[in-house]
């Protein structure tokens, strides 16, 4: 997810997502300790998406 495409989101709608792909990347890690996932740099990019919208998030409270 580009950080265009954050921008336009709500907070609401960010912080919803934020928990998706949180509860994701612990559903890879779990999947990928029991059986090695096909695409493990899967796991580097979902962590850098919710990076992406923790910065977000940070930058939106602190422009109030």
Do not use: C
């Not at 934020?18 to 990347?25: A, R």
Request: glycine share 2%; proline share 3%; charged share 40%.
């Amino acid at each position: 997810m580009k950080s265009k495409e954050l921008k336009e989101l709500s907070t609401s709608d960010l912080v919803e997502r934020m928990e998706v792909e949180i509860g994701k990347l612990n559903q890879m890690k779990i999947n990928h300790s029991i059986t090695p996932l096909e695409n493990p740099s899967q796991i580097k990019i979902t962590r850098r998406d919710i990076a992406r919208m923790k910065t977000e998030l940070r930058q939106r409270e602190l422009n109030k």
